[in-house]
């Protein structure tokens, strides 16, 4: 009996792997794990195998799988309105941004479906605002997204390999080198973009000072300073946004990913003295916080109020930071541990593929960036007891390299 449903879940893989050859395009580099149901920390795999989930969907999942408060508020908005387009009014929409803005600073909000097309919205903004003034700084090693504006702010050559000409006016200097943003300012910049800490770049944070000085260079030039804070918001690092550590404001904010507690959200929020700069009909997109996103992303934001996640983030910080320091002076693969909050990351003396990739057979999902960089972003619901569950199944492995 046992020996049939093992053949009948076999073929059952098999016959998704094909599929997938056959009708889906290539553009990932896929894990062969099929999963077929999530709750909190956990996935399950179509075997009926449980994992801790340390990498929670890119970022998409701060409150776990299948949250129970997002689950409800889509239950009770999808049978009274999916969708309406944005010529007409909805009430979520309009408290949701009224939340954002609450939670984060005076502005107004521009709604979409992803952090790509949030940080599109934010280079046409700027460059509207430059009035002929069309060039934004950006930073080696950033990440903004996959279509092309996005993709030419992105400081990571091997992402844009094979696609040039890619749309100019993207000037990419040092992360947190403050005379290489001196230098690169000319009669022509309008703006400067950056992540606080570069997710898909290896977690690398932002210097206090350095992001002082470019808010200081920003207000001097009269240039716009965009946060993209689609991989750190929500909480993430213990605050709601990243740039609430830094002490600064910054003029526009992307977001996307965790907003919609896995439903796909984007939003821009530009703060109020310039947030009328574009006018109807100079930007759109038409699925951008419908009634059903808008709903689930209130959910989220009650959820991370209502749990004092936040607090719970900081707390949790500490002690994950603290264990993988341990880690590091037991392992010598470790070169470094940085990251805020529950965002992560141990550099390896070399490739981290296989050591993921051991951590995925003993149960436990995690992610290596930038090559070296294994990346630990668990839900924000994470327990002591499954960090400590993850921290031993890592130190496993790596004892086992
Ligand atoms: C910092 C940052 N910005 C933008 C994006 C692009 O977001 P999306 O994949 O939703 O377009 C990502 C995705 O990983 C990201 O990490």
């Known amino acids: 009996m046992r020996l049939l449903i093992l053949i009948k879940f076999a073929m059952k893989l098999q016959e998704i792997f094909d599929t997938y050859k056959e009708y889906i395009m290539p553009t990932y580099t896929k894990v062969p794990l099929v999963f077929v149901k999530g709750k909190g920390s956990y996935l399950w795999d179509i075997h009926a195998k449980k994992y801790l989930d340390f990498f929670a969907g890119w970022g998409v999942g701060n409150l776990g ?81 996959r279509t092309l504006a996005a993709l030419a702010a992105t400081g990571q050559k091997k992402y844009q390999d094979g696609f040039q000409p890619l749309p100019p006016g993207f000037v990419t200097v040092r992360f947190n080198d403050i005379e290489a943003v001196k230098s690169a300012i000319t009669g022509k910049t309008a703006g400067i973009m950056l992540e606080l800490i570069q997710g898909e770049g290896g977690i690398n944070v932002a210097d206090k000072i350095f992001v002082s000085e470019l808010r200081k260079i920003c207000d001097e030039k009269k240039l716009l300073l965009i946060i993209d804070e689609v ?148 839900a924000l619901i994470v327990t002591k007891k499954e960090i400590d569950k993850a921290i031993g199944i890592l130190d496993s492995v790596l004892t086992g390299l």
Not at 107 to 123: M, R, W
Not at 359 to 372: Q, R, S, V, W
């Open 231 to 378: 991989q750190t918001g929500i909480g993430r690092t213990g605050k709601m946004f990243c740039y609430q550590h830094y002490g600064i404001t910054p003029d526009i904010m992307t977001l996307a990913k965790a907003l919609g507690g896995g439903l796909p959200i984007g939003a821009m929020l530009v703060k109020k003295e310039i947030s009328d700069t574009l006018g109807p009909g100079m930007h759109a997109s038409t699925f951008g916080g419908s009634p059903l996103v808008s709903k689930a992303a209130l959910a989220v934001l009650k959820e991370v109020n209502r749990a004092n996640l936040l607090k719970k983030v900081r707390e949790l910080s500490g002690h994950i930071f603290s264990e993988l320091d341990e880690l590091k002076k037991k392992h010598a693969i470790i070169k470094e541990i940085r990251g805020m909050g529950l965002m992560v990351g141990a550099e390896l003396e070399h490739e981290g593929k296989a050591v993921v990739q051991k951590c995925i057979e003993k149960g436990l999902l995690i992610n290596c960036t930038h090559e070296k960089v294994l990346r630990l972003m668990p």
């Open 65 to 145: 799988h299948c949250n129970p408060a997002v689950m409800q508020a889509v239950r009770d908005q999808v049978s009274k309105l999916i969708f309406i387009p944005n010529n007409y009014y909805h009430p979520s929409q309009a408290k949701l941004a009224r939340e954002l803005a609450g939670c984060a600073f005076a502005g107004k909000v521009f709604f979409c479906n992803s952090g790509a097309e949030a940080n599109e919205g934010a280079i046409k903004l700027t460059r509207k605002f430059g009035n002929g003034r069309y060039e934004i700084i950006t930073f080696e090693n950033s990440f903004a997204g």
